[in-house]
């Protein structure tokens, strides 16, 4: 088997995900990094981890999709013989008033920000080495409640409940697991639909006065997946600068 750790992270072809990705390689997994269809974005990555001396591939899978999630887990203990950290980013952001949203709307987030997490958690809970880490990222408008925001809240929130319960379903294996809940962050899924005035209003919301970077966020994920974080379980880190 394998003796080097071995980490997933879900849409780690881009923003949060990437930073993640290249932040758990920089700190010794070999990082599997999931796109659904960006496979340029994804090689991207990769070649920025090997040019930096790391340990990565590529791996196109569609989350919302059980059996891709299911192949996707096959094909990495097949080549590495182990998996010890799923890091759950892969996700969607449409911004709506409840009344607004459209069927299409409901189904891709429902579709892909829970049921993705679902059923790459499932997966992982089989599948994990003792020891592992779970880690989904959610967000902090699950506190803060925003308008515009209730589809996408919904979904995150429901994956904080989940993660919650799953870590005492694994009881006895040593695994974590826990959820990230990142504030206002400066990603194109972040400023993708959003007016100038929306972005300098959100970004002055924290004390600090600025929008998170991806590596903000991908610092704290590396925390909870390292020997210091083993002792945080069933919880949701809100790293949002004091937003919330």
């Known amino acids: 088997m394998n003796a080097q750790k071995v980490a997933l992270v879900t849409g780690g072809s881009r923003g949060i995900g990437a930073s993640i990705a290249q932040k758990l390689a920089n700190d010794g997994f070999t990082v599997i990094v999931n796109y659904a269809n960006s496979f340029d974005e994804a090689a991207k990555v990769v070649e920025e981890i ?12 569609d989350v919302a999709n059980a059996d891709a999630v299911r192949q996707l887990f096959d094909e990495i203990e097949a080549q590495y013989g ?58 902090s408008v699950v506190g803060l409640k925003l308008e515009n925001y209730s589809v996408y809240a919904a979904t995150k929130a429901a994956v904080e409940t989940l993660g919650a319960i799953l870590c005492k379903e694994l009881r006895g294996r040593e695994i ?24 300098d209003r959100l970004a002055k919301m924290p004390p600090l006065e600025r929008l998170a970077e991806p590596e903000d966020i991908a610092s704290v994920v590396a925390f909870l997946a390292s020997p210091a974080g083993g002792w945080i379980n069933g919880q949701t880190l809100r790293a949002n600068g004091g937003i919330v």
């Open 176 to 199: 974590t697991v826990n959820s990230v809940a990142p504030g206002p962050t400066a990603t194109k899924l972040f400023f993708d639909g959003k007016s100038d005035e929306l972005i």
């Open 82 to 139: 182990r998996l010890d950290v799923l890091v759950n980013s892969a996700g969607i952001l449409k911004l709506a008033p409840l009344v607004e949203c459209d069927d299409a709307l409901i189904d891709a987030h429902i579709d892909i920000n829970l049921k993705g997490s679902i059923y790459t958690m499932r997966e992982a809970a089989k599948r994990l080495q003792s020891g592992g880490r779970i880690i989904n990222l959610s967000t």
């Open 50 to 61: 090997q040019r930096q001396g790391g340990s990565a591939k590529a791996f196109q899978a």
